[in-house]
């Protein structure tokens, strides 16, 4: 499974990346594959609010519908918009092109709390 060292990592299978004042995140390779084809993607709204841990967006597959939590506090600032034309992005190309939204205005100890890639790894050992 592919688990990029660069990024920080949920138990609710969503990856970060930090990009200057921005924290780009999307879900992981096993997520998406969890998750099977995917069909659609409801994305959060420019300028919303939200809290660590709370639902932001919406995850349409032919398996089922799955909820995405943000792992940050922070401000949306940024959406993946072709997202909306082309979702299996996320499955082809989910820490790439697949990426879901961008927040502002995050608290940076809370990225530090997120979980390194190989403790991913080894949480992803319980999980399977």
Known sequence: MNIPGELKYTKDHEWIKIDGDLA???????????LG??????????GTEVTKGGECCVIESVKAASDVYSPLTGVIAEVNSELEAE???INASPYEEGWIFKLKN????EVDALMDSSSYEKFLETVE
């Open 24 to 34: 780009v995140i999307g879900i992981t390779d096993y997520a998406q594959d969890s």
């Open 106 to 109: 995050f608290d940076a100890a």
């Open 87 to 89: 979702p299996e992005k």
């Open 37 to 46: 084809d995917i069909t659609f993607v409801e994305l959060p709204a420019v």
